[in-house]
């Protein structure tokens, strides 16, 4: 069973920091892409940003500057340290993982994985 669990949500006051973890376990082979994902109420999730196994990194325009994405390959983890905190980047915070698993007859396939969200509010 392939599991994503998020870690690191909570209330903070604008301006301030947080840091968001992520923790990919299960049976697989290897996990390539790793990401944050956001999704405000009424709104639609965005990209906040994604770090690949090459350690290339993209954010998204209203994080730059502000939010730094980094990852531990040995221990499958992807965290997201926040800061400047604006109100407008309350919402649920999803973490996204592309691995790759054993399919039925065995082989090798590239799948997207998703964790259940963790809710992140800035507020005075």
């Known amino acids: 069973q392939v599991r994503l669990v998020e870690s690191g949500g909570g209330l903070v006051q604008p301006g301030g920091s947080l840091t968001l973890s992520c923790t990919v376990s299960?049976?697989?082979?290897?996990?390539?892409?790793m990401g944050w994902y956001r999704q405000a109420p009424g709104k639609q999730r965005e990209l906040v940003a994604v770090i690949t196994s090459a350690y290339d990194t993209t954010y998204g325009d209203s994080v730059k500057g502000r939010f730094t994405i980094s990852r531990d390959n040995a221990e499958r983890t992807v965290h997201l340290q926040m800061n400047s905190l604006k109100p407008e980047d309350t919402g649920v915070y999803y973490c996204?993982?592309?691995?790759?698993?054993?399919?039925?007859?065995?082989?090798?396939?590239?799948?997207?994985?998703w964790g259940q969200g963790t809710q992140v509010t800035v507020s005075s």
């Open positions: 996204n993982a592309e691995i790759e698993v054993w399919g039925e007859q065995y082989e090798l396939r590239r799948d997207d994985r």
């Open positions: 299960g049976n697989i082979f290897r996990v390539s892409d």
